[in-house]
């Protein structure tokens, strides 16, 4: 069984950074994994994607120069390192699995989710 386990959200002023981590397990092939967040009310928005190798990496314009993903497959971790935190950070994020090895922004293209972990920037 494949599960995704984020941790890493947390209360944060405007300007400063986090790191989120996320852990999969139950899933030993190449894949990709992306980074999602969700407010409530609102549709879920891509943040970042990255190849199975790490050699190829995407952004959405809004985090873009701010947040960095990357990761460690002897760990069969994911991270998202995201810098200059603003108000409008302030959601809930989620790592996601892709069982291709490289994957896009749309959502519904990924297969496993984690349960997510709330980020709060302050302002």
């Known amino acids: 069984q494949v599960q995704l386990v984020e941790s890493g959200g947390g209360l944060v002023q405007a300007g400063g950074s986090l790191r989120l981590s996320c852990v999969v397990s139950?899933?030993?092939?190449?894949?990709?994994m992306g980074w999602f967040r969700q407010a409530p009310g609102k549709e879920r928005e891509f943040v970042a994607t990255?190849?199975?190798?790490?050699?190829?990496?995407y952004y959405a314009d809004s985090v873009k120069g701010r947040f960095t993903i990357s990761r460690d497959n002897a760990q069969n971790t994911v991270y998202l390192r995201m810098n200059s935190l603003k108000p409008e950070d302030t959601t809930v994020y989620y790592c996601?699995?892709?069982?291709?090895?490289?994957?896009?922004?749309?959502?519904?293209?990924?297969?496993?989710w984690g349960q997510g972990t709330q980020v709060t920037v302050s302002s």
């Open positions: 990255i190849s199975w190798n790490g050699d190829f990496t």
């Open positions: 996601a699995l892709d069982r291709a090895v490289i994957a896009g922004s749309i959502d519904s293209e990924y297969d496993y």
């Open positions: 139950g899933h030993t092939f190449n894949y990709a």
